[in-house]
């Protein structure tokens, strides 16, 4: 009874890990949650709709949680071979963002140093499953990325957290570098955000 029984168990397990891996692989962007973890701090990476377009490259925001706040991002994808790069905007679920949609942070045709290096710092990396680099941010409806790295987001966050958010209480926020991997996919959708 017991050899019969492995076999039988053995493959309701892969079965499950199978169900589980489609269900990663078919979870549309706007609900997928990432999630980098060092120590005891949580750090997390969502999509959330915009009623319109967020940016020109993506109809969704980026969000970034970490144990002190929560910084939203549109998508810049540049001509050629230069590849994703994150804006700081201010939080478009905001009602002041309602009409013209949320702030911008950073000046993007900015000549100054600070500006450029804080643009520098937010290269965005959306990977496959084989580790395979987009070239494009995701839109919504389409399948979320396997993976997700904003490798030196952490230099802004230290030296300069107050570059990526309106509110002035922003401090130094310590982020590990690493790769932010899927938690989950939501159940319910964000209601869409401004404009």
């Not at 915009?50 to 940016?55: C, F, Q």
């Not at 929560?70 to 939080?91: A, C, E, Q």
């Not at 009602?95 to 100054?112: C, F, K």
């Not at 957290?161 to 964000?190: K, N, V």
Request: aromatic share 12%.
């Amino acid at each position: 009874m017991r050899n019969r029984l492995t076999p039988i168990l053995a493959t309701a397990a892969l079965l499950a890990f199978a169900v589980e891996a489609v269900a990663a692989d078919s979870c549309p962007a706007e609900r997928a949650v990432y999630e980098l973890v060092e120590d005891d701090s949580r750090y997390e990476i969502g999509f959330q709709r915009a009623r319109n377009y967020a940016s020109i490259a993506s109809d969704l925001y980026l969000y970034l949680t970490t144990p002190q706040r929560t910084y939203w991002f549109t998508f810049s994808v540049s001509n050629g071979y230069s590849g994703m790069t994150l804006i700081p905007v201010t939080d478009p679920n905001r009602t002041d963002a309602r009409s013209d949609g949320p702030q911008e942070l950073v000046a993007l045709d900015s000549d100054d140093a600070e500006d450029l290096d804080v643009l520098r710092s937010l290269r965005f990396y959306a990977l496959d499953d084989d580790f395979t680099f987009w070239f494009e941010p995701p839109n919504e409806g389409e399948p979320a990325p396997a993976y997700v790295m904003v490798p030196e987001i952490g230099l802004t966050l230290w030296y300069g957290a107050g570059s990526l958010t309106d509110d002035p209480t922003a401090d130094r926020d310590p982020m590990p570098r690493g790769i932010f991997e899927p938690d989950f996919c939501r159940d319910q959708l964000l209601p869409p955000a401004w404009p």
